[in-house]
Antibody, heavy 118, light 107 residues
Framework: EVQLVESGGDLVQPGGSLRLSCAATGFSLRSFWMSWVRQAPGKGLEWVANTNRDGSDNNYVDSVRGRFTISRDNVNNLLYLQMDSLRVEDTAVYYC???????????WGQGTLVTVSS | AMQMTQSPSSLSASVGDRVTITCRASRDIGSAVGWFQQKPGNAPKNLIFSASNLQSGVPSRFSGGGSGTDFTLTISSLQPEDFATYFCLQDANYPRSFGPGTKVEIK
């Protein structure tokens, strides 16, 4: 069975750091571009970052560029999101998703909640 | 940045109704559009990719259309399990962006 499982969400103070992980089972992560998408409480979906199949091409939404880093470990089938200098507005459920061609974003994790608050 | 507008923001419909949701891109994005369904507390589910291709396992009552700047998601006969929020995604330009969503409610 194909599955993506995120972990690492937590309550953190503004200015703090977290690293989210996404473990893939049932398929090889190296076959896909991968993205992180977030959803603030009661709000819509926001694309955060993506990475190509070998991790050499990474892209970010402006609001996180320079603070967040996406990376991947294709040997162990893991995707990461290092989140530094966290802000209250980063509070959201974070999803990892396989981001295939032209919106073929088929596999989603269940999400992990990041809460930034003092 | 590319903007995706979506209409309506919400609609009320009955089981068996035909429902159409529209997304408009601020510039030509070819067919690089996906559609997603999300139910409360769950991750989004991919329904359509490349504007009109049905994702595997998705019922055939869902269909997508359009190209360039105007795109549609149609549910031909609304079923009880279809009451949810629907989002479009443009996958052509950075930053990738979703429409604000359409909530489909029971009339």
């Amino acid at each position: 069975e194909v599955q993506l499982v995120e972990s690492g969400g937590d309550l953190v103070q503004p200015g703090g750091s977290l690293r989210l992980s996404c473990a893939a089972t049932g398929f090889s992560l190296r076959s896909f571009w991968m993205s992180w998408v977030r959803q603030a409480p009661g709000k819509g979906l926001e694309w955060v970052a993506n990475t190509n199949r070998d991790g050499s091409d990474n892209n970010y939404v402006d609001s996180v560029r320079g603070r967040f880093t996406i990376s991947r470990d294709n040997v162990n089938n893991l995707l990461y999101l290092q989140m530094d200098s966290l802000r209250v507005e980063d509070t959201a459920v974070y999803y990892c998703v396989s981001s295939g061609y032209q919106g073929n974003w088929h596999y989603w994790g269940q999400g992990t909640l990041v809460t930034v608050s003092s | 940045a590319m903007q995706m507008t979506q209409s309506p923001s919400s609609l009320s419909a009955s089981v068996g109704d035909r429902v159409t949701i529209t997304c408009r891109a601020s510039r030509d994005i070819g067919s690089a559009v996906g559609w997603f369904q999300q139910k409360p507390g769950n991750a989004p589910k991919n329904l359509i990719f490349s504007a009109s291709n049905l994702q595997s396992g998705v019922p055939s009552r869902f269909s997508g259309g359009g190209s360039g700047t105007d795109f549609t998601l149609t549910i031909s006969s609304l079923q009880p399990e279809d009451f949810a929020t629907y989002f479009c995604l443009q996958d052509a330009n950075y930053p990738r962006s979703f429409g604000p969503g359409t909530k489909v409610e029971i009339k």
